[in-house]
């Protein structure tokens, strides 16, 4: 048995799959081992409750780490006006305080969106499993990990257990060959496949992105890309790990990542974390990105997207959505087929989310409005992904060239990529996000949303419209 | 969580693709530090016109739909976030089943289900059933042209029994045997889980979370 185990060649999913398979159940799933717990206030309050209902504990408080994200306000963030959301908080803070979790506090340097600061405290690590009630949780694949969102039952399941009752989901390996323009991000790669397979395509499967695109690609674009996976559906989205997720790992104060010795240890194990050769998917896609111009989407999912030098399709083009729900989605966005995307003119810019809001998103943000204005017409926000991020940024002077440009710089939060804060779009207001949905009202009620990469936020909100970068006089 | 086994209520569409969380429960009510409250609030901004009132254009305010529990939807329904409080909402407004259509689309299967939506229901007792687009398209006709419609759901046999006179019409639908079990028997997953410490415990003294 030992010998077929080892013959057999693996998928990377598989692979860590069976490293945390603790055992097989009766009906068929699998109770898997969960290594990593992300918290935070939102879907978390009736899981805390359940288990003070049924007297249950944490099977391991050391291993489930907490910050506050979604409500908090980017401008001062002890400035909660709205009570609700500062109950919420409250919550959080007292939960953490009685079930002995750790907690990045508003008043922490470390505090930020959650898929921003598992990576930067070292939580995140290559084969391990990490869930949170969020499903953008699938951000953290982009280190080899199994990382997926979950509901708030299987959050009080993993806080009591440590455990989730799992059906081993379908392997689907999406390739990406070519090299692309130097405006052309991770954030237009993952927007082109989901315009390709839709936002069910991925149901059911954990997406392996491969290719030399993505070996090319910084850990912070890798996040970038599998943070997007569940827009396609997908469990989870993972990058088999190598020298470049190694050196992010050793560098930088990751409190939580193996050290020395340790560290070379892991890092012997981490590279087994590849998809063997002839490890069979079960599904497989090549997206060629050396032709590959930047993405904005033009309707209310995801997958409705468009080369920035196309235009608004007729409903009868559409892939992936039926006619009639695409007519709603134009009418919706308040737009008519056959629109140029370049005339599409824009009021707000949303710089951030767990997306785009990393240090190397500001950075190629900074190189665009650097010497420029904002339109008089547009309101430009800049929300770094946590504080880390804020203060990197500020010893940089990124924040002067946002600040100067016009463009507010804030705190560390969700913020406006779903609104649950102050920062909202007002009805009407039609943004250009680099957020990760466009759905109906995400950003604020009868807002309208358009997702792209930070560049061309950026070059949108100097222009009023958008416009394509790559022939863009800078 | 409640056992299903066998539920009767009226049947109501809402004949739309790729719903997705953010329109089931929006961000505004996602505050709550409780379990209950989110009936009144499931798909809020087409329900409710900007002055409050009921929306007269939603389908679910059309008054033959009035008191239904068993929501006939589109294909990749509960997209999105993973928020449980989209399926609080759906079944505190009074929705026992919801049923969608599987596509085949490029050769592909699109399941009629979100991932963690599915997930979300199954510890909820909200019964979901998928089926072939087409019998969701008969479906539809079936309600659309006899509303309000009474149906019978029945775990046990899996079927859909549609109460049209003079002749009742019956569908089958397939489902997963042991998630089938866990809504018959509204089993407390974590209490399962609790019967597998020995298991865990041994996982543990050989596991590191690190690969170390």
Same mark, same amino acid.
């Not at chain 1, 997702?451 to 800078?474: K, N, Q, T």
């Given at each position: 048995?030992?010998?077929?185990?080892?013959?057999?060649?693996?998928?990377?999913?598989?692979?860590?799959?069976?490293?945390?398979?603790?055992?097989?159940?009766?009906?068929?799933?699998?109770?898997?081992?969960?290594?990593?717990?992300?918290?935070?206030?939102?879907?978390?309050?009736?899981?805390?409750?359940?288990?003070?209902?049924?007297?249950?504990?944490?099977?391991?408080?050391?291993?489930?780490?907490?910050?506050? *994200?979604?409500?908090?306000?980017?401008?001062?963030?002890?400035?909660?006006?709205?009570?609700?959301?500062?109950?919420?908080?409250?919550?959080?803070?007292?939960?953490?305080?009685?079930?002995?979790?750790?907690?990045?506090?508003?008043?922490?340097?470390?505090?930020?969106?959650?898929?921003?600061?598992?990576?930067?405290?070292?939580?995140?690590?290559?084969?391990?499993?990490?869930?949170?009630?969020?499903?953008?949780?699938?951000?953290? &694949?982009?280190?080899?990990?199994?990382?997926?969102?979950?509901?708030?039952?299987?959050?009080?399941?993993?806080?009591?257990?440590?455990?989730?009752?799992?059906?081993?989901?379908?392997?689907?390996?999406?390739?990406?060959?070519?090299?692309?323009?130097?405006?052309?991000?991770?954030?237009?790669?993952?927007?082109?496949?989901?315009?390709?397979?839709?936002?069910?395509?991925?149901?059911?499967?954990?997406?392996?992105?491969?290719?030399?695109?993505?070996?090319?690609?910084?850990?912070?674009?890798?996040?970038?890309?599998?943070?997007?996976?569940?827009?396609?559906?997908?469990?989870?989205?993972?990058?088999?790990?190598?020298?470049?997720?190694?050196?992010?790992?050793?560098?930088?104060?990751?409190?939580?990542?193996?050290?020395?010795?340790?560290?070379?240890?892991?890092?012997?194990?981490?590279?087994?974390?590849?998809?063997?050769?002839?490890?069979?998917?079960?599904?497989?896609?090549?997206?060629?990105?050396?032709?590959?111009?930047?993405?904005?989407?033009?309707?209310?999912?995801?997958?409705?997207?468009? *080369?920035?030098?196309?235009?608004?399709?007729?409903?009868?083009?559409?892939?992936?959505?039926?006619?009639?729900?695409?007519?709603?989605?134009?009418?919706?966005? &308040?737009?008519?087929?056959?629109?140029?995307?370049?005339?599409?003119?824009?009021?707000?810019?949303?710089?951030?989310?767990?997306?785009?809001?990393?240090?190397?998103?500001?950075?190629?943000?900074?190189?665009?409005?650097?010497?420029?204005?904002?339109?008089?017409?547009?309101?430009?926000?800049?929300?770094? &992904?946590?504080?880390?991020?804020?203060?990197?940024?500020?010893?940089?002077?990124?924040?002067?060239?946002?600040?100067?440009?016009?463009?507010?710089?804030?705190?560390?939060?969700?913020?406006?990529?779903?609104?649950?804060?102050? *920062?909202?779009?007002?009805?009407?207001?039609?943004?250009?996000?680099?957020?990760?949905?466009?759905?109906?009202?995400?950003?604020?009620?009868?807002?309208?949303?358009?997702?792209?990469?930070?560049?061309?936020?950026?070059?949108?909100?100097?222009? &009023?419209?958008?416009?394509?970068?790559?022939?863009?006089?800078? | 969580?409640?056992?299903?086994?066998?539920?009767?209520?009226?049947?109501?569409?809402?004949?739309?693709?790729?719903?997705?969380?953010?329109?089931?429960?929006?961000?505004?009510?996602?505050?709550?530090?409780?379990?209950?409250?989110?009936?009144?609030?499931?798909?809020?901004?087409?329900?409710?016109?900007?002055?409050?009132?009921?929306?007269?254009?939603?389908?679910?305010?059309?008054?033959?739909?009035?008191?239904?529990?068993?929501?006939?939807?589109?294909?990749?329904?509960?997209?999105?976030?993973?928020?449980?409080?989209?399926?609080?909402?759906?079944?505190?407004?009074?929705?026992?089943?919801?049923?969608?259509?599987?596509?085949?689309?490029?050769?592909?299967?699109?399941?009629?289900?979100?991932?963690?939506?599915?997930?979300?229901?199954?510890?909820?007792?909200?019964?979901?059933?998928?089926?072939?687009?087409?019998?969701?398209?008969?479906?539809?006709?079936?309600?659309?042209?006899?509303?309000?419609?009474?149906?019978?759901?029945?775990?046990?046999?899996?079927?859909?029994?549609?109460?049209?006179?003079?002749?009742?019409?019956?569908?089958?639908?397939?489902?997963?045997?042991?998630?089938?079990?866990?809504?018959?028997?509204?089993?407390?997953?974590?209490?399962?889980?609790?019967?597998?410490?020995?298991?865990?415990?041994?996982?543990?003294?050989?596991?590191?979370?690190?690969?170390?």
């Amino acid at each position: 048995m030992l010998a077929s185990f080892l013959m057999t060649p693996k998928t990377l999913f598989q692979k860590v799959w069976d490293n945390h398979a603790v055992c097989d159940l009766p009906d068929g799933s699998t109770l898997l081992y969960i290594d990593r717990h992300l918290v935070h206030e939102v879907t978390s309050p009736q899981a805390f409750d359940g288990l003070r209902l049924n007297k249950r504990k944490l099977r391991h408080p050391e291993l489930t780490f907490a910050t506050m *994200d979604h409500n908090v306000p980017t401008e001062n963030k002890k400035d909660i006006r709205d009570l609700i959301a500062k109950t919420q908080i409250e919550t959080l803070q007292k939960n953490c305080n009685e079930f002995g979790i750790t907690l990045y506090d508003l008043d922490s340097d470390k505090q930020g969106i959650v898929h921003v600061i598992g990576p930067e405290l070292g939580l995140t690590l290559p084969g391990t499993t990490i869930v949170c009630g969020d499903s953008h949780t699938s951000t953290h &694949g982009a280190f080899g990990a199994l990382a997926f969102g979950i509901g708030t039952s299987e959050v009080e399941h993993v806080l009591a257990t440590q455990c989730l009752v799992q059906q081993k989901a379908k392997s689907f390996k999406a390739n990406f060959v070519g090299k692309p323009h130097a405006h052309v991000t991770a954030k237009d790669f993952i927007l082109k496949l989901i315009g390709s397979i839709g936002t069910a395509g991925g149901t059911g499967y954990v997406l392996e992105y491969t290719g030399e695109a993505i070996k090319a690609l910084s850990m912070e674009a890798r996040m970038t890309i599998c943070n997007m996976s569940i827009e396609a559906g997908a469990k989870a989205g993972m990058i088999a790990p190598d020298d470049i997720t190694f050196q992010y790992i050793a560098s930088g104060k990751r409190p939580f990542a193996p050290k020395g010795k340790a560290l070379e240890a892991a890092i012997v194990n981490w590279k087994k974390l590849v998809t063997d050769t002839q490890a069979p998917y079960d599904r497989e896609i090549t997206i060629d990105v050396s032709q590959m111009a930047p993405q904005v989407t033009w309707g209310t999912n995801p997958g409705m997207v468009v *080369d920035v030098s196309g235009v608004v399709p007729k409903p009868s083009e559409v892939k992936n959505c039926a006619p009639a729900d695409v007519e709603k989605a134009l009418e919706y966005m &308040g737009l008519k087929p056959g629109t140029k995307i370049t005339d599409i003119p824009i009021n707000v810019v949303f710089i951030g989310s767990c997306t785009n809001s990393r240090i190397e998103d500001l950075r190629a943000a900074a190189k665009i409005f650097k010497g420029k204005k904002v339109s008089k017409k547009v309101k430009t926000l800049i929300v770094p &992904g946590s504080e880390q991020v804020r203060l990197q940024a500020e010893r940089e002077g990124l924040h002067k060239i946002f600040i100067e440009a016009g463009a507010q710089w804030r705190n560390a939060g969700c913020s406006m990529c779903l609104a649950m804060n102050p *920062d909202k779009l007002e009805a009407g207001e039609r943004c250009a996000s680099t957020s990760n949905r466009n759905f109906e009202g995400r950003q604020g009620k009868g807002g309208r949303t358009h997702l792209v990469s930070p560049e061309m936020a950026a070059a949108a909100a100097i222009a &009023g419209h958008f416009v394509d970068i790559r022939a863009w006089e800078m | 969580m409640e056992p299903f086994t066998i539920h009767t209520g009226n049947m109501a569409l809402l004949d739309r693709g790729n719903v997705d969380t953010d329109q089931i429960i929006s961000k505004e009510f996602l505050k709550s530090i409780s379990r209950t409250g989110f009936g009144p609030h499931l798909f809020h901004d087409w329900r409710y016109l900007p002055d409050g009132k009921p929306n007269p254009h939603f389908e679910l305010n059309n008054p033959v739909y009035e008191g239904a529990t068993i929501l006939v939807a589109g294909n990749n329904f509960g997209c999105g976030s993973s928020r449980e409080h989209a399926v609080w909402a759906i079944s505190q407004y009074g929705f026992k089943v919801v049923m969608a259509p599987i596509y085949e689309r490029h050769g592909e299967i699109i399941p009629a289900f979100a991932d963690i939506f599915r997930n979300n229901s199954s510890k909820n007792g909200l019964l979901l059933i998928e089926l072939p687009e087409k019998t969701v398209n008969e479906i539809k006709k079936f309600v659309s042209e006899n509303a309000p419609l009474q149906a019978t759901i029945d775990l046990p046999s899996q079927s859909i029994t549609l109460h049209l006179s003079p002749e009742k019409k019956v569908y089958h639908f397939l489902m997963d045997a042991g998630l089938k079990q866990k809504f018959l028997e509204g089993l407390d997953e974590i209490g399962m889980t609790e019967r597998y410490i020995p298991q865990i415990e041994a996982f543990e003294a050989k596991h590191s979370t690190q690969m170390v």
